[in-house]
């Protein structure tokens, strides 16, 4: 199948510094789901990406769909202890309908 | 709106035993999903219902795991019997039908552990 692998695995920050992490591909994506899960919670969606080169912002997040549908990337600017948790990235296979494959994940800690 | 209901959130069992978890999905979402999420790990896609018929089922251990959708609304996901390996978070989503890529809305979770 087309597997996702997201890096980094693990980040820590000092608040207010920037983070970013990444999804990719050896195969073209047909688009590119972000969520985010908080520490003993459940992933809550975030955004969709569809179109090659999309980039899409939500106050300080900012998400990009690269040229060639096989990378994504979500950038958070100057975090927040709110920001904390585990971050994925998922995908809707080509021809899987409306299942989802779930990325490896980015687990983002924030310290003041 | 109300949200994913699931239940039990926690469940502690020994292996061997059996053990079911129920998803109620958000009202009027034809499609649901029952996810396996180990420590550490993306959730894992074990099976989808569109209304009561399944669409994949396909990651699914069919030797141990069971899931229905009688009625097209909640559904009812059981281990039979339960593995050491089986320990992990059951997420339960739903989605609306009637566009591609939907977004998917997630319940609490049931946290399984097998002794």
């Known amino acids: 199948g087309q597997q996702v692998m997201q890096i980094p695995q693990y980040q820590h920050v000092q608040e207010g510094e920037d983070f970013t992490t990444y999804c990719n591909s050896s195969?073209?994506?047909?688009?590119i789901q972000w969520y985010k899960q908080r520490p003993g919670g459940h992933p809550v969606f975030l955004i969709q990406?569809?179109?090659?080169?999309e980039v899409k912002k939500q106050k300080r997040l900012t998400f990009q769909f690269g040229e060639a549908k096989k990378n994504s990337s979500l950038h958070i600017t100057a975090t927040q202890t709110t920001d904390v948790g585990t971050y994925f990235c998922?995908?809707?296979?080509?021809?899987?309908?409306?299942?989802?494959?779930f990325g490896t994940g980015t687990q983002l800690k924030v310290e003041l | 709106e109300a949200g994913v209901a699931q239940s039990p959130r926690y469940k502690i069992i020994e292996k061997r035993q059996s053990v079911a978890f129920w998803c109620n999905p958000i009202?009027?979402?034809?499609?649901l999903y029952w996810y396996q999420q180990i420590l550490g790990q993306g959730p894992k896609l074990l099976i989808q219902?569109?209304?009561?018929?399944?669409?994949?089922d396909s990651q699914l251990p069919k030797d141990r795991f069971s899931a229905e959708r009688l009625k097209g609304v909640d559904s009812t996901l059981k281990i039979q019997p339960a593995k050491l390996e089986d320990s992990a978070v059951y997420l339960c989503?739903?989605?609306?039908?009637?566009?591609?890529?939907?977004?998917?809305?997630f319940g609490p979770g049931t946290r399984l552990t097998v002794l």
């Open positions: 989503a739903s989605s609306p039908s009637g566009r591609p890529y939907n977004e998917q809305f």
């Open positions: 195969t073209t994506l047909s688009n």
């Open positions: 990406l569809v179109k090659s080169g």
């Open positions: 998922a995908h809707n296979p080509t021809g899987g309908g409306n299942k989802l494959t």
């Open positions: 009202s009027g979402h034809a499609t």
């Open positions: 219902f569109q209304n009561n018929g399944v669409v994949d």
